[in-house]
């Protein structure tokens, strides 16, 4: 996002992304300061957002498109109720206030890290070892500083 300028960015979203290195509190700012559009995708984390405990698939897409600047999202479909479904949902979509976002993101908070996509020892580790590599190695792999900062984005 930094080296080009791009229209529009694909972002991993969900309710539960404000519990582990954010893209809501670090990517869309920045791309809302740009003037870049947003598609949301992983709204349902592969489904484990949805059913017994967790949210519906209503809550879930509503959470993502009452974020600031996310226009559309991207939902994988199995079956074709699933795509009326989610039809249904869009149709009947309206933004969703701030104390519900807010209630949403704490009942995801016991299970934040079901719902994120790299586990978490993963990111430490990878952190960790960036900061004690030499900056000839990053230079090297052609990212300079600017991988540090990346990471934080994941």
């Known amino acids: 996002m930094r080296r080009f300028d791009f229209d529009t960015l694909l972002v991993a979203l969900n309710a ?14 920045e791309a809302s300061r740009r003037g870049m559009g947003l598609i949301g995708m992983k709204v349902y984390s592969q489904g484990h957002l949805l059913g017994e405990g967790g949210l519906s698939a209503a809550d879930a897409m509503g959470y993502v498109l009452s974020l600031q600047g996310v226009s559309t999202v991207i939902i994988g479909c199995q079956t074709p109720a699933e795509v009326e479904d989610n039809v249904r949902i869009v149709r009947q979509f309206v933004p969703f206030e701030r104390s519900r976002m807010l209630g949403l993101e704490a009942r995801t908070l016991s299970n934040a890290e079901k719902f994120t996509y790299l586990p978490m020892q993963l990111i430490l580790v990878f952190r960790k070892t960036l900061a004690n590599s030499h900056n000839e190695n990053r230079e090297m792999l052609g990212y300079k500083s600017d991988l540090h900062r990346q990471i934080h984005l994941l």
């Open 16 to 29: 539960a992304d404000v519990h582990r290195l954010s893209f809501i509190r670090e990517v869309l700012p």
